[in-house]
C-alpha cells in the first residue's frame, strides 16, 4: 500500500469542516440536555438555521450575517419545543420528533426559491505571515472564523458550566429540579433559556451546512447530522471537551475512509462507512458498562418533565 | 431516524393523498414513489418531472400523488400498501432499493399494476424500467477522457449495484478509448443522498489529484465543490450548470415523461401489461445537456458523432473486445453484451484499479 500521497494535513483540515457542525450542534444540545432537557429536534433546528442562513446570507451579501440568522432561525423554532415541553408539559420525546419533522418540511418550503443560488464565500481568516507558515501554518491558521468560534464555544460552555454561579443553576435544573425550584429559581425559564441556547447552536451547525460545506441549499441536506450530534453528547458522557473529541473522531473516520478510498487502498468501503458508527456504539456500550459511572454522567432529571405543584 | 422518517412519510402520505380522497371514480389514478426529497434537483426532481408531464397530458382524465424520502426496505413496503389501498391504479416505484418491497405489496394487491424502476424482478402486475444511462456515461466519460490533463478522473459511487457498477465500466472503457493513460479513482459513500458526504468525498478525490469528477449519487454537492476547487464535473440526472457555471461540461439528463405518459395511457385503455422498458439515447429517456463551451470543437465534434452513434445503434458501449478486471475474456472481439448480463452486471473491467465492493 502507498500510503505517501495521502496528505495528513490536507485531511485534517478537511475533517474538521466536516465535524464542525456535529460540534456546534452537539455543544448546544449538552447544554439543554444538562438543563435537564432531551431535545431530539436537533436535526430540525439544524436544516431550520441551514435555509433561514443561507437565505439571510444570500439576501444581504454577508456570510456573516448569514451565521447570525441561521442562529436566529434556530432559536426562534426552538421556543416551539420549549413552549410546549415547559409551560404545556408536552412529552420531550415525542415533541423532539415533532420538531424534527417540522423542521424539515418548513425549511423545504422556505428554500423553495433558492435552488441553485450560490451563497457568498464565507474567507479563511488569514493571519498576515503566520498562515503562509508551511504545515503549521495550514494546520492552525488555515480556517473560517466558525471553525475558531466553535472551539471557543466549548471552552465558554465548559468554563460557564464548571466555573460561574448561572452553570451551577443551570445544572441544579438538570439534576435536581425540585431542589432548584424549592430555592427559588425558575426551573422552566431557565430551561427555556438552555433549549434557545441549544436551538442557536444547532442552526449555526446548520448554516455551516449550507454555507460552508456545501455551499448549496438543498431540501434535506443536513442528511441526519443532528442524530449524530445527539449521539455525540451521551459519547462524551455530556462533558464538554469530550463533545470535541467525539466530533473530530467522527469526522476524522469518515474522511479517512473517504480518502483511503480515493487512494485506491482496497479495504471494503461497507466495513469503512460503517466504522464512525461502529466505534460510537463500542464506546456507548463500554461507557454504559460500568453503571455507576452512567448515571454520574447522566443529568438525574434528564427528559423529565417539571411541574411547580407548589 | 428510520421511525421519523416513517412518521414523516405516513404524514407526507396523508396529505398527498387527502386531494383525491373524495373525487369521481373516473380518473386514473397514478402514485409516485420517491427515494429522496423532490428538490434534489436531480434523480427524484426528474421523476417528479415525469408525473407532471402525465398531468399535463391527460389533465382531469388523471390523478396524481406522490410520497417523497421514503427509505427502502420495509418502510416502502408500508407506504406502498397504504397508497395501494387508497384505489391508486398504478404505482410508479423509482428506486432499485424498492425492488423486493414492489414485490411483496403487488402480491397482496393483483389488481393494482406496479412498475419498478431500474430492478430486474418482474410478476404479472410488476413492469419494470430503466434507462440506459450507460450510453449517457459512455458520452461524458469520452469527454472526461479528452478533458484530463491529470489522467486521474474522480468517480462517486453510491452502492455496487449492477446500474451503478455498469456506468463506472461504460464511462471507464470510453476515456480509454479517447486517452489510454487515464486512471479511475471510484470513491463509494454508500448513500444516494447525503451533501455532506457527497462534498467530503469530491475533496477527497481532488486532494488526490483527480481535475474531472463523475457521480452517481443524488445531489449536485460533488458539482458545487468542483466550481469552489476548480475542475470539471458532469450534471447528474438533471442539468446542474446553476450550482457550477464553469465546473459543468455537461450532464447526463434523465427524461422519464414519455415513458410514464404511455403507461398511464396504457391503464385507460385496458392495454397496460407487465413489461420491461430499457430505453436510451435513442428513444430519448437518456439526454444529454448543451456542452460548455470548455469543451474545445474537436471533442464536442467527437462526442455528437458519439451521441449520434449511438442513438443509431451503431455503436454499443459495450462491444468487444473487453476483459474482466482479471483479466480473463468477457466479450470477444466485436461480440455485443447481452442485455441480461448487463443487467446483472457486478465486475470491473480490466484497467479499473481497486476491488469492486459486495
Same mark, same amino acid.
Given at each position: 500500500?502507498?500510503?505517501?500521497?495521502?496528505?495528513?494535513?490536507?485531511?485534517?483540515?478537511?475533517?474538521?469542516?466536516?465535524?464542525?457542525?456535529?460540534?456546534?450542534?452537539?455543544?448546544?444540545?449538552?447544554?439543554?440536555?444538562?438543563?435537564?432537557?432531551?431535545?431530539?429536534?436537533?436535526?430540525?433546528?439544524?436544516?431550520?438555521?441551514?435555509?433561514?442562513?443561507?437565505?439571510?446570507?444570500?439576501?444581504?451579501?454577508?456570510?456573516?450575517? !448569514?451565521?447570525? !440568522? !441561521?442562529?436566529?432561525?434556530?432559536?426562534?423554532?426552538?421556543?416551539?419545543?420549549?413552549?410546549?415541553?415547559?409551560?404545556?408539559?408536552?412529552?420531550?420525546?415525542?415533541?423532539?420528533?415533532?420538531?424534527?419533522?417540522?423542521?424539515?418540511?418548513?425549511?423545504?418550503?422556505?428554500?423553495?426559491?433558492?435552488?441553485?443560488?450560490?451563497?457568498?464565500?464565507?474567507?479563511?481568516?488569514?493571519?498576515?505571515?503566520?498562515?503562509?507558515?508551511?504545515? &503549521?501554518?495550514?494546520?492552525?491558521?488555515?480556517?473560517?472564523?466558525?471553525?475558531?468560534?466553535?472551539?471557543?464555544?466549548?471552552?465558554?460552555?465548559?468554563?460557564?458550566?464548571?466555573?460561574?454561579?448561572?452553570?451551577?443553576?443551570?445544572?441544579? /435544573?438538570?439534576?435536581?429540579?425540585?431542589?432548584?425550584?424549592?430555592?427559588?429559581?425558575?426551573?422552566? &425559564?431557565?430551561?427555556?433559556?438552555?433549549?434557545?441556547?441549544?436551538?442557536? /447552536?444547532?442552526?449555526?451547525?446548520?448554516?455551516?451546512?449550507?454555507?460552508?460545506?456545501?455551499?448549496?441549499?438543498?431540501?434535506?441536506?443536513?442528511?441526519?447530522?443532528?442524530?449524530?450530534?445527539?449521539?455525540?453528547?451521551?459519547?462524551?458522557?455530556?462533558?464538554?471537551?469530550?463533545?470535541? &473529541?467525539?466530533?473530530?473522531?467522527?469526522? !476524522?473516520?469518515?474522511?479517512?475512509?473517504?480518502?483511503?478510498?480515493?487512494?485506491?487502498?482496497?479495504?471494503?468501503?461497507?466495513?469503512?462507512?460503517?466504522?464512525?458508527?461502529?466505534?460510537?456504539?463500542?464506546?456507548?456500550?463500554?461507557?454504559?458498562?460500568?453503571?455507576?459511572?452512567?448515571?454520574?454522567?447522566?443529568?438525574? /432529571?434528564?427528559?423529565?418533565?417539571?411541574?411547580?405543584?407548589? | 431516524?428510520?421511525?421519523?422518517?416513517?412518521?414523516?412519510?405516513?404524514?407526507?402520505?396523508?396529505?398527498? *393523498? +387527502?386531494?383525491?380522497?373524495?373525487?369521481?371514480?373516473?380518473?386514473?389514478?397514478?402514485?409516485?414513489?420517491?427515494?429522496?426529497?423532490?428538490?434534489?434537483?436531480?434523480?427524484?426532481?426528474?421523476?417528479?418531472?415525469?408525473?407532471?408531464?402525465?398531468?399535463?397530458?391527460?389533465?382531469?382524465?388523471?390523478?396524481?400523488?406522490?410520497?417523497?424520502?421514503?427509505?427502502?426496505?420495509?418502510?416502502?413496503?408500508?407506504?406502498? +400498501?397504504?397508497?395501494?389501498?387508497?384505489?391508486?391504479?398504478?404505482?410508479?416505484?423509482?428506486?432499485?432499493?424498492?425492488?423486493?418491497?414492489?414485490?411483496?405489496?403487488?402480491?397482496?394487491?393483483?389488481?393494482?399494476?406496479?412498475?419498478?424502476?431500474?430492478?430486474?424482478?418482474?410478476?404479472?402486475?410488476?413492469?419494470?424500467?430503466?434507462?440506459?444511462?450507460?450510453?449517457?456515461?459512455?458520452?461524458? #466519460?469520452?469527454?472526461?477522457?479528452?478533458?484530463?490533463?491529470?489522467?486521474?478522473? #474522480?468517480?462517486?459511487? +453510491?452502492?455496487?449495484?449492477?446500474?451503478?457498477?455498469?456506468?463506472?465500466?461504460?464511462?471507464?472503457?470510453?476515456?480509454?478509448?479517447?486517452?489510454?493513460?487515464?486512471?479511475?479513482?471510484?470513491?463509494?459513500?454508500?448513500?444516494?443522498?447525503?451533501?455532506?458526504?457527497?462534498?467530503?468525498?469530491?475533496?477527497? %478525490?481532488?486532494?488526490?489529484?483527480?481535475?474531472?469528477?463523475?457521480?452517481?449519487?443524488?445531489?449536485?454537492?460533488?458539482?458545487?465543490?468542483?466550481?469552489?476547487? #476548480?475542475?470539471?464535473?458532469?450534471?447528474?440526472?438533471?442539468?446542474?450548470?446553476?450550482?457550477?457555471?464553469?465546473?459543468? %461540461?455537461?450532464?447526463?439528463?434523465?427524461?422519464?415523461?414519455?415513458?410514464?405518459?404511455?403507461?398511464?395511457?396504457?391503464?385507460?385503455?385496458?392495454?397496460?401489461?407487465?413489461?420491461?422498458?430499457?430505453?436510451?439515447?435513442?428513444?430519448?429517456?437518456?439526454?444529454?445537456?448543451?456542452? +460548455?463551451?470548455?469543451?474545445?470543437?474537436?471533442?464536442?465534434? %467527437?462526442?455528437?458523432?458519439?451521441?449520434?452513434?449511438?442513438?443509431?445503434?451503431? *455503436?454499443?458501449?459495450?462491444?468487444?473486445?473487453?476483459?474482466?478486471?482479471?483479466?480473463?475474456?468477457?466479450?470477444?472481439?466485436?461480440?455485443?453484451?447481452?442485455?441480461?448480463? *448487463?443487467?446483472? %452486471?457486478?465486475?470491473?473491467?480490466?484497467?479499473?484499479?481497486?476491488?469492486?465492493?459486495?
Amino acid at each position: 500500500m502507498d500510503f505517501s500521497s495521502l496528505n495528513a494535513v490536507a485531511m485534517i483540515v478537511l475533517l474538521i469542516g466536516a465535524a464542525t457542525p456535529i460540534l456546534l450542534a452537539a455543544i448546544g444540545e449538552l447544554v439543554a440536555e444538562k438543563s435537564g432537557v432531551l431535545n431530539l429536534g436537533v436535526e430540525g433546528m439544524m436544516i431550520i438555521g441551514a435555509v433561514t442562513g443561507f437565505i439571510t446570507a444570500t439576501t444581504t451579501g454577508s456570510p456573516m450575517l !448569514g451565521f447570525a !440568522g !441561521g442562529a436566529l432561525g434556530g432559536a426562534l423554532v426552538s421556543t416551539l419545543f420549549a413552549f410546549l415541553t415547559q409551560y404545556l408539559h408536552s412529552n420531550q420525546v415525542a415533541t423532539g420528533l415533532a420538531l424534527t419533522m417540522f423542521g424539515l418540511g418548513l425549511a423545504a418550503l422556505m428554500g423553495r426559491n433558492y435552488n441553485g443560488i450560490k451563497p457568498p464565500r464565507t474567507d479563511r481568516l488569514e493571519v498576515p505571515g503566520l498562515s503562509d507558515f508551511p504545515v &503549521l501554518g495550514e494546520l492552525l491558521f488555515s480556517y473560517d472564523p466558525i471553525i475558531y468560534f466553535s472551539v471557543f464555544l466549548v471552552f465558554a460552555v465548559w468554563w460557564f458550566l464548571n466555573r460561574t454561579r448561572g452553570g451551577l443553576v443551570l445544572r441544579a /435544573c438538570g439534576e435536581n429540579h425540585d431542589a432548584a425550584h424549592s430555592l427559588g429559581y425558575n426551573v422552566q &425559564l431557565i430551561r427555556f433559556g438552555a433549549i434557545m441556547f441549544g436551538g442557536a /447552536c444547532a442552526g449555526l451547525g446548520g448554516a455551516y451546512v449550507s454555507l460552508v460545506r456545501v455551499p448549496q441549499w438543498t431540501e434535506g441536506m443536513t442528511a441526519g447530522v443532528g442524530w449524530i450530534a445527539l449521539a455525540i453528547v451521551v459519547f462524551a458522557s455530556w462533558k464538554p471537551w469530550r463533545v470535541i &473529541l467525539g466530533a473530530y473522531m467522527f469526522g !476524522g473516520i469518515t474522511i479517512l475512509q473517504l480518502s483511503l478510498q480515493a487512494l485506491g487502498i482496497s479495504i471494503s468501503g461497507a466495513y469503512l462507512s460503517m466504522t464512525p458508527y461502529i466505534v460510537t456504539i463500542v464506546v456507548l456500550v463500554i461507557m454504559s458498562a460500568d453503571r455507576k459511572r452512567a448515571s454520574i454522567n447522566a443529568p438525574a /432529571c434528564l427528559g423529565r418533565s417539571f411541574h411547580a405543584s407548589h | 431516524m428510520k421511525f421519523t422518517k416513517t412518521l414523516a412519510a405516513a404524514a407526507a402520505m396523508g396529505l398527498a *393523498l +387527502s386531494g383525491s380522497a373524495y373525487a369521481d371514480a373516473d380518473p386514473v389514478k397514478a402514485g409516485f414513489i420517491y427515494v429522496g426529497p423532490i428538490g434534489d434537483l436531480g434523480w427524484t426532481w426528474t421523476h417528479d418531472q415525469g408525473r407532471l408531464a402525465v398531468e399535463a397530458e391527460y389533465g382531469d382524465r388523471v390523478e396524481t400523488s406522490y410520497v417523497e424520502s421514503v427509505p427502502e426496505g420495509a418502510d416502502a413496503e408500508r407506504v406502498m +400498501s397504504q397508497m395501494a389501498r387508497s384505489g391508486v391504479d398504478i404505482i410508479f416505484t423509482t428506486s432499485f432499493g424498492y425492488m423486493d418491497p414492489t414485490i411483496n405489496v403487488a402480491a397482496e394487491f393483483p389488481d393494482v399494476a406496479f412498475a419498478h424502476a431500474t430492478g430486474y424482478k418482474r410478476a404479472e402486475n410488476v413492469a419494470t424500467y430503466s434507462a440506459r444511462f450507460y450510453e449517457g456515461r459512455y458520452v461524458i #466519460g469520452q469527454i472526461a477522457g479528452a478533458m484530463t490533463e491529470t489522467n486521474k478522473i #474522480g468517480y462517486i459511487a +453510491s452502492f455496487p449495484i449492477p446500474e451503478v457498477v455498469r456506468g463506472i465500466n461504460s464511462a471507464y472503457l470510453a476515456a480509454k478509448s479517447v486517452n489510454p493513460d487515464v486512471e479511475f479513482k471510484v470513491v463509494w459513500v454508500y448513500t444516494w443522498f447525503d451533501p455532506g458526504k457527497e462534498a467530503d468525498a469530491a475533496n477527497a %478525490l481532488i486532494e488526490q489529484g483527480v481535475d474531472v469528477i463523475m457521480q452517481h449519487t443524488d445531489s449536485p454537492a460533488a458539482m458545487t465543490i468542483a466550481e469552489e476547487k #476548480g475542475v470539471y464535473a458532469f450534471g447528474q440526472a438533471s442539468d446542474m450548470s446553476a450550482f457550477g457555471p464553469n465546473a459543468q %461540461l455537461t450532464a447526463i439528463l434523465d427524461n422519464w415523461g414519455p415513458y410514464y405518459i404511455d403507461r398511464v395511457g396504457a391503464i385507460m385503455d385496458g392495454t397496460w401489461e407487465s413489461t420491461d422498458v430499457w430505453d436510451g439515447i435513442g428513444a430519448g429517456m437518456v439526454g444529454i445537456a448543451p456542452f +460548455s463551451d470548455k469543451i474545445p470543437a474537436d471533442v464536442q465534434a %467527437l462526442a455528437t458523432e458519439t451521441i449520434a452513434a449511438i442513438a443509431s445503434g451503431e *455503436l454499443h458501449p459495450f462491444t468487444g473486445p473487453i476483459n474482466k478486471q482479471d483479466g480473463t475474456v468477457w466479450l470477444a472481439d466485436g461480440e455485443v453484451a447481452d442485455d441480461g448480463t *448487463l443487467a446483472g %452486471l457486478n465486475f470491473y473491467v480490466e484497467g479499473i484499479d481497486g476491488e469492486l465492493p459486495n
